[in-house]
């Protein structure tokens, strides 16, 4: 069975770090592009971030371009997300995923409905 579990979630004061981590079990996600995703309460979830199977593109939602970082680590943890500066409307569930669409480009990888496999979500709470 294909699981992946994020973890790192939490409290953080406005303009603080969280770093989430995905780790994956069942498969070995090397030749898969992973994402992340967020959703906050009443809105639709949207994409944060994704970078291809070999770490050598990424992307990122407008949104967090400059304080978020996607990364992966193939033989450890599939993918991190590092978040700097965080703003209270960076409150979410976030949740990671994973696409076997490995050859498209990763600009192309913002829907979800890209993506096989996904987490169960941690929780990201900023104050303000």
């Known amino acids: 069975q294909v699981q992946l579990v994020e973890s790192g979630g939490g409290l953080v004061q406005a303009g603080g770090s969280l770093r989430l981590s995905c780790a994956a079990s069942g498969r070995t996600f090397s030749r898969y592009s992973m994402g992340w995703f967020r959703q906050a309460p009443g809105k639709e979830r949207e994409f944060v971030a994704a970078?291809?199977?070999?770490?050598?593109?990424?992307y990122y939602a407008d949104s967090v371009k400059g304080r978020f970082t996607i990364s992966r680590d193939n033989a450890k943890n599939p993918v991190y997300l590092q978040m700097n500066s965080l703003k209270p409307e960076d409150t979410a569930v976030y949740y990671c995923a994973a696409t076997a669409l490995w050859l498209r480009p990763i600009a192309t990888m913002t829907s979800g409905h890209e993506y096989n496999y996904w987490g169960q979500g941690t929780q990201v709470t900023v104050s303000s």
């Open positions: 970078i291809s199977w070999n770490s050598g593109a990424t």
